[in-house]
Nanobody, 113 residues
């Protein structure tokens, strides 16, 4: 059974940083692309960043230059380093195994102005 467990969320002031982690178990992690999504209250869940098995990356325009996605295949973990956070980054952040219905439980990120 595949499990994705996010951690690292919290409350931070605007301009601050957080690092999210998503630990994966139950499948061959290294061959799957992984993504970070976020969902703000009353809004749809959107893709924020994605990293392929070859470490190619994609970022939403709203986070380019501020967020960095990375992965450690040995630890079966994908990370999202978030710098220069803004109040509009406030959301529940989820990780997803690309092309599957496997999602983590989400971690809350709140950025105060």
């Amino acid at each position: 059974q595949v499990q994705l467990v996010e951690s690292g969320g919290g409350l931070v002031s605007a301009g601050g940083s957080l690092r999210l982690s998503c630990a994966c178990s139950g499948t061959i992690f290294s061959i799957r692309a992984m993504g970070w999504y976020r969902q703000a209250p009353g809004k749809q869940r959107i893709l924020v960043a994605q990293i392929g098995s070859g470490r190619s990356t994609y970022y939403a325009d709203s986070v380019k230059g501020r967020f960095t996605i990375s992965r450690d295949n040995a630890l079966r973990t994908v990370y999202l380093q978030m710098n220069n956070l803004k109040p509009e980054d406030t959301a529940v952040y989820y990780c997803n195994m690309d092309g599957t219905a496997y999602w983590g439980q989400g971690t809350q990120v709140t950025v105060s102005s």
